[in-house]
């Protein structure tokens, strides 16, 4: 297992993250979160012109650059640092995701491409309102009609799902219960019977909806009633790129706390030289880093498909919360009072920490996870 970056991944950061602090600004952050979309399609394309980036992780024969989670793993760090306000999340790690992972090799060929592209803005909808991330929490049915199926059912904290020209989504066979009669669908964004709703959210910097299906006309994508394990390998994989990105933000926050500390005066003298701030600062330091090394060993178990992948992808997500949260929390008090007012950036990382600290299932959650699949 690789424990380190290479020179050749290290210079792709380093293009990623000049690229991205240019049209990435807080100043553009703030009017795109404002908007109902919350992204700029113009913008997206020209990510994807400029640098491929959603077709990263995606195999060469259908369309993308065919790189690793470590790759992907880089670029949503970056992402997270830079706060930057796209579909990406949504298509490229979790519609894509489970694309590669349930489809036929047909259904690959087809689908692919155009999310690889940029030019087709894919969602998951997995969750329903009653906020469960696995499969014992999914109620929407899908009953066969003439060789097609018809949805019924509700969908929640679906990212980007009130954009998206594409909806993934997980549904049952009616009677079924647990991991049994799971499969996976493919719904067109505008197909009849679908209602689309945007969710008001903690963090506007990523939208949710709440997707509704009446009677909604679905094709099946993979093998009807064998979607439980390929879904189980979408949310571990899912939630090794959310920790990947929450480090990302974490270290954005830790490095604004510590310039701000080294300008601020107090009683002659920058506050960053006051012993207790040293060690304020050292904490959110170590936190950081061993929520970094962490991302980074499920990323490269991701990229080799190591069999402890899940339990290590749940060991990642639990560290990077409680980084992300902790890190935001006192980057807030260092800045004092002028932290919580809108007008200082650092609330937009507070409020996607908070929102990431819960988006794929909470610390207490995964710690529990990590133990069951380690036969604790």
Known sequence: MQFSFTSEQEE???VLRRFLEEKSPPTLVRRLMETDAGWDRAAWRDLNQQLGLAAIHIPEAYGGQGFSFIELGIVLEEMGRALLCAPY???????????????????????LPPIAAGDTIAALACTEPNGQWDAGGVAATATPVNGRFRLEGVKSFVVDGHTADQIIVLARRPGSTGTDGLSFFTVAGDARGLTRRALKVLDPTRKLA????????AALLGEEGAAAAPFARTMTQAAVCLANEMVGGAERLRVSALDYANLRVQFGRAIASFQSMKHKQADMLLEVELAKSAAYYAAAAAADDDPDLPAVASMAKAAASEAYMQT???TIQIH??????????THLWFKRA?????????????RERMMRVWGA
């Open 12 to 14: 792709f950061r380093s």
């Open 89 to 111: 999340f949504s298509s490229t790690v979790l519609a894509a995701t489970a694309i590669m992972n349930a489809g036929t090799e047909a259904q690959k060929r087809d689908l």
């Open 336 to 345: 004092g009072g002028i932290g919580f007012t809108w007008d200082n950036d």
């Open 328 to 330: 935001a929390i006192h």
């Open 354 to 366: 908070k929102a990431s600290e819960v988006f794929l299932g909470d610390p207490a959650y995964h």
């Open 210 to 217: 709440m997707l509704t299906f009446d009677s909604v006309e």
